[in-house]
């Protein structure tokens, strides 16, 4: 079974610093990484995931992560934040399968808070 | 748009009385899941559908159950709700052939059971 800790609970920032939140996660398997975010009262949409490959992956709106494999950490980060960054954001693993139903564990969530 | 509509978006019920919450969907998606959100939580997965009258139970299906007997709708069902199950429920769908693990959400149907 998979587990995903999310370090912290609240990470206010101000605007247009760098900002990181990090991941950890627990697995026997190999698996895939997703970051997601939720803007308020809203369902959450991908903001990156890392399938394979290259451990630094891009994703929307300027984030990025970079996958760990030996410490088990997929920690986000975006070197300068806009207040429209403001949300929750959720990291989450799922174990890698061929086929079959997709079931991601979620992490506690984070969520950003950007000051003017 | 992955074509995920869920009702009712709100809904404020009693004790004991049981609720139906639906998911649809329009692109005839093999794999649809229900999760829970709630503070300090996260998102944990309460059942899944991995075809028509195919279910499965996930990480809290404890006083849930669900069905499927079309591919379109998965629907939640609450038999007797109770104060815990307060919550916001999110349905999400798999795209067949893209076993990537991600999945796509709906935009939430809130409960409050007083």
């Known amino acids: 079974a998979q587990s995903v800790t999310q370090l912290d609970s609240q990470v206010p920032v101000f605007e247009e610093a760098p900002v990181e939140l990090r991941c950890n996660y627990s697995?026997?398997?190999?698996?895939?990484l997703f970051w997601y975010v939720q803007y308020p009262n809203q369902g959450l949409q991908l903001l990156l995931k890392y399938l394979s490959g290259s451990t630094l992956v891009k994703g929307i709106n300027g984030f990025e992560a970079e996958f760990n494999k030996s410490q088990t950490s997929f920690h986000l980060r975006k070197p300068s934040v806009h207040i429209s960054d403001t949300a929750e954001y959720f990291c989450?693993?799922?174990?890698?399968?061929?086929?079959?139903?997709?079931?991601?564990?979620f992490g506690q969530g984070t969520r950003l808070t950007i000051n003017p | 748009d992955a074509g995920i509509t869920q009702s009712p978006r709100h809904k404020v019920t009693e004790t004991g009385t049981p609720v139906t919450l639906r998911c649809h969907q329009t692109?005839?998606?093999?794999?649809m899941y229900w999760y829970r959100q709630d503070p300090g939580h996260g998102l944990r997965l309460i059942h899944y559908s991995y075809g028509v009258k195919d279910t499965d139970k996930g990480e809290v299906s404890d006083g849930y159950s669900v069905s499927r007997s079309k591919t379109e709708d998965f629907l939640l069902t609450l038999e007797s709700a109770t104060s815990s199950q307060t919550s916001v429920y999110f349905c999400?769908?798999?795209?067949?052939?893209?076993?990537?693990?991600?999945?796509?959400f709906g935009e939430g149907s809130r409960l409050t059971v007083l």
């Open positions: 692109e005839n998606h093999r794999y």
């Open positions: 989450a693993v799922s174990e890698y399968r061929i086929q079959g139903a997709q079931k991601l564990v």
């Open positions: 697995s026997s398997v190999s698996v895939y």
């Open positions: 999400a769908i798999s795209r067949q052939g893209a076993n990537t693990g991600e999945l796509f």
